[in-house]
């Protein structure tokens, strides 16, 4: 992007989910037509905005450094004349509201998620010497008041993009904040998705992945007034020209219903990769998290799925040390991982979240118990991502060129399966899905080589699909 000098720059740090880095590129949207440049770091911004987590207590503890390293650039500023404006948004901020203000005098404005389309007035304000909180959850819907990701603004940020469709999240697991911090479940409507979804693709986007803490739980108006489904969703957004790849998380085992399995078993450009948390495999910790399905419950959709689509590779989030969480119980999520087989995976120490009800349950795991049973699943949990990179390893797959890799002369991008891939590959093929022969697998990544001559246009048109071969019109 070109420095315009003169106009105000703006640097957002993002902590947390995708969510959060959707929000932040609707964040410098609304904040475009003030005028105001997104730049990379903070130094020579006039704004910074800290877009926050408050998952685990080292998330939103990670917030409070980082104020205070911009305590002192603000006053350096300051001395020389050069105002820093500094804002505090995402889920700390929702959580602690006015509470930051006290606790961080170097924050100027305090805005919660469902507020951004306020934001132009809140800058407007802190500028002028109020300190703002906008933490209520607004009559209006943030989408229609946000500047939807268009051309102009969507343009260099790469062929990938996230589209959030569902925001908040009913189901109030016992160790959990989301609930709390973004607000109920609220769905956008069909016809909204659709025309963000085409302006991504106008704008070179060719892998969309759709958001939400409770993606499958969408229930989005589809038009008549009457709830549709994500599985729907993903079939009309396949239809879209230009649309080559869909993905979609997270995904919460009670909301897997059958339209979502069409959409898997139907649509190539479905991508066949799941992130399906469990948290746990024992059914008394389970129904202690409240999660509602049993371990079982969990086995058995794993099961369906790969049934229609054999290759998928599935992802997952665990808890380790949830309160009163036994050797035995532990000894189950072990089970349940061997038993499935993940391609990749997350796992966090639980941490007490003030206002969830697990927090002041009295059985809380010792801190080093904690420590050896997280080191034990992430042994076997990093296992089973390297098996998995191994297995590709001599397969040729399609790739898309999402980013300059880390060497000159190299670009790096995603398999079907989400794994990261460095290549030799020249520059312009930057966007593109080339396909590719996997040669090694490392601990996090994989490496290969294009499949194809450099000068020989490779494979990479969009796979046709159901409704393109049921219109006849397939390439
Ligand atoms: N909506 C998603 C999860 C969103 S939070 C779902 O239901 O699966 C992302 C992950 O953070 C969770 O899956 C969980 O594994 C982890 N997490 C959430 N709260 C936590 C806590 N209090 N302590 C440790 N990990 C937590
Ligand atoms: Fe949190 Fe549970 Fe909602 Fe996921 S489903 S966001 S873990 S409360
Ligand atoms: Fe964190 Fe909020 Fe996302 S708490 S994980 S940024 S929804």
New binding site residues.
């Given amino acids: 992007m070109p420095n315009i000098p003169n106009s105000p720059k703006l640097f957002i740090k993002t902590y947390g989910?995708q969510m959060n880095v959707y929000d932040s590129d609707r964040m410098s949207d609304a904040l475009a037509p003030q005028g105001y440049q997104t730049v990379p770091a903070a130094d020579g911004a006039d704004l910074v905005i800290l877009n926050t987590c408050h998952?685990?207590e080292k998330a939103a503890e990670k917030v409070y450094s980082e104020l205070g390293r911009l305590r002192a650039l603000k006053e350096r500023r300051l001395k020389a004349g050069q105002p820093l404006t500094i804002g505090v948004a995402g889920c700390v901020a929702q959580a602690e509201g006015e509470e930051m203000l006290a606790r961080a005098p170097v924050v100027d404005f305090v805005v919660g998620p469902q507020a951004y389309h306020r934001l132009p007035g809140l800058v407007e304000r802190a500028r002028d010497g109020e300190r703002p909180v906008e933490t209520e959850f607004p009559e209006e819907d943030k989408f229609e008041h946000l500047p939807a990701a268009s051309k102009k603004v969507t343009l260099g940020r790469g062929p990938t993009a996230f589209l959030t469709v569902q925001e908040g999240?009913d189901?109030f697991?016992t160790?959990?904040?989301?609930p709390y911090t973004r607000g109920s479940e609220v769905s956008r409507p069909m016809a909204q998705l659709l025309a963000e979804a085409r302006g991504l693709v106008d704008a070179g986007v060719k892998e969309i992945t759709l958001l939400g803490?409770?993606v499958n739980a969408w229930h989005g108006d589809d038009g008549t007034g009457a709830p549709s489904n994500l599985g729907r969703l993903l079939f009309a957004l396949a239809d879209i020209h230009g649309v080559e790849r869909l993905r979609y998380t997270?995904s919460?085992p009670r909301d897997m219903h059958d339209d979502l399995f069409a959409a898997h078993r139907d649509l190539e450009k479905v991508m066949p990769y799941l992130h399906l948390?469990v948290?746990a495999g024992s059914d008394r910790i389970l129904k202690a998290m409240n999660r509602q399905h049993t371990a079982h419950d969990y086995l058995t959709l794993i099961e369906k799925l790969r049934a229609i689509r054999p290759d998928i590779a599935l992802s997952g989030?665990?808890?380790v040390g949830f309160p009163g969480e036994t050797d035995a119980d532990f000894d189950a999520t072990m089970s349940l991982v061997r038993e499935v087989g993940y391609a990749q995976a997350?796992s966090?120490?639980?941490?007490?979240?003030p206002g969830?009800p697990a927090a002041t349950n009295d059985a809380q795991v010792p801190e080093d118990v904690k420590a050896g049973r997280l080191a034990r699943l992430q042994t076997l949990l990093s296992e089973q991502s390297h098996a998995f990179n191994q297995s590709v390893v001599g397969r040729t797959l399609p790739v898309l060129l999402d980013r300059v890799g880390k060497r000159d002369g190299q670009l790096a991008g995603r398999t079907p399966y989400l794994q990261a891939v460095h290549l030799d590959a020249p520059a312009h093929r930057r966007g593109q899905i080339a396909d590719v022969v996997i040669e090694a697998a490392h601990p996090n990544s994989l490496s290969g080589r294009l499949a194809n001559a450099p000068d020989h246009t490779p494979h990479h048109t969009p796979h046709p699909t159901h409704a393109d071969l049921a219109k006849g019109d397939a390439a």
């Fill in positions: 989910c998952i685990r999240c189901k697991c160790f959990c904040v989301v803490q409770n997270t919460h948390p948290q989030d665990f808890i997350y966090f120490k639980y941490s007490q979240r969830t």
